[in-house]
Antibody, heavy 119, light 107 residues
Framework: QVQLQQWGAGLLKPSETLSLTCAVY????????WSWIRQPPGKGLEWIGD???????NYNSSLKSRVTISVDMSKNQFSLKLTSVTAADAAEYYC?????????????WGQGTLVTVSS | DIQMTQSPSSLSASVGDRATITCRAS??????LNWYQQKPGKAPKLLIF???RLESGVPSRFSGSGSGTDFTLTISSLQPEDFATYYC?????????FGQGTKVEIK
C-alpha cells in the first residue's frame, strides 16, 4: 500500500522560506510525477508543481519565480521550497502522486501540512 | 490556463436523493477530467478518472460522464458518508487546475 508522509515547518514569518518534504513508502518512486498542491483555508485546490524521478519539473506560472521542487531518489523523497512567503501563502499543503497514461490523476495524497504565515 | 467551473457551488439533499454536479472547462480537455471527494480535515480522495472510470474501491453509486468541455458527476442515491465537497480537475495540460468545489450538505 502506497503511503505519502509529509513534514515541515508550520509557522512562518513573512519573507521566510517555506520548506516541506514528502516521503513515499510502499511503492515505486519511478514512473510517476510527484506533485505539491495547496488549499487556503475554506478555499479550493491549487496545483503548485511536480517532479519526476529524473528531476524534470513543471511549475504553476503563478508561483514559478518562488518555487523549487527537488527529489532525493536515494530516500524516495521529494521537497518543496517556496521563498518570500506572505499571508497569501497560508494554506494546507499536500503532496500527491500523479499517475496515469493518457490522462493523469492524483491517486495518493499526503496527510497535509497546515502552514501559517504571521509576524 | 484552463479554467474549471463547477455548478452548483453547494447543494442540499436528503439521504437517498440523486445528486448531480457539473463541471465545465474553458476549452476542450477531451476526457482528461477527474473527480475528487474531500471531507473536512482530510486530503481529497480520487473517485473518478478520465471522466467516467471508477477508481478501485469507490462505490458504484458514483458515476461520471462527459467529454470535451462539459462533464457530470452523479451520485445515484446519497448515503450519509457522501456529504462532502467535490472537486473536478483537468489533466489535459499543465498547470493542472481544479474547479472551485461543490459542497453537498444534508437537507
Amino acid at each position: 500500500q502506497v503511503q505519502l508522509q509529509q513534514w515541515g515547518a508550520g509557522l512562518l514569518k513573512p519573507s521566510e522560506t517555506l520548506s516541506l518534504t514528502c516521503a513515499v513508502y510502499g511503492g515505486s518512486f519511478s514512473g510517476y510525477y510527484w506533485s505539491w498542491i495547496r488549499q487556503p483555508p475554506g478555499k479550493g485546490l491549487e496545483w503548485i508543481g511536480d517532479i519526476n524521478q529524473s528531476g524534470s519539473t513543471n511549475y504553476n506560472s503563478s508561483l514559478k519565480s518562488r518555487v523549487t521542487i527537488s527529489v532525493d531518489m536515494s530516500k524516495n523523497q521529494f521537497s518543496l521550497k517556496l521563498t518570500s512567503v506572505t499571508a497569501a501563502d497560508a494554506a494546507e499543503y499536500y503532496c500527491a502522486r500523479e499517475t496515469g497514461v493518457g490522462g493523469s490523476m492524483f491517486d495518493y495524497w499526503g496527510q497535509g501540512t497546515l502552514v501559517t504565515v504571521s509576524s | 490556463d484552463i479554467q474549471m467551473t463547477q455548478s452548483p457551488s453547494s447543494l442540499s439533499a436528503s439521504v437517498g436523493d440523486r445528486a448531480t454536479i457539473t463541471c465545465r472547462a474553458s476549452q476542450t480537455i477531451s476526457s482528461y477530467l477527474n473527480w475528487y471527494q474531500q471531507k473536512p480535515g482530510k486530503a481529497p480522495k480520487l473517485l473518478i478518472f478520465t471522466a467516467s472510470r471508477l477508481e478501485s474501491g469507490v462505490p458504484s453509486r458514483f458515476s461520471g460522464s462527459g467529454s470535451g468541455t462539459d462533464f457530470t458527476l452523479t451520485i445515484s442515491s446519497l448515503q450519509p458518508e457522501d456529504f462532502a465537497t467535490y472537486y473536478c480537475q483537468q489533466s489535459y495540460t499543465t498547470p493542472r487546475t481544479f474547479g472551485q468545489g461543490t459542497k453537498v450538505e444534508i437537507k
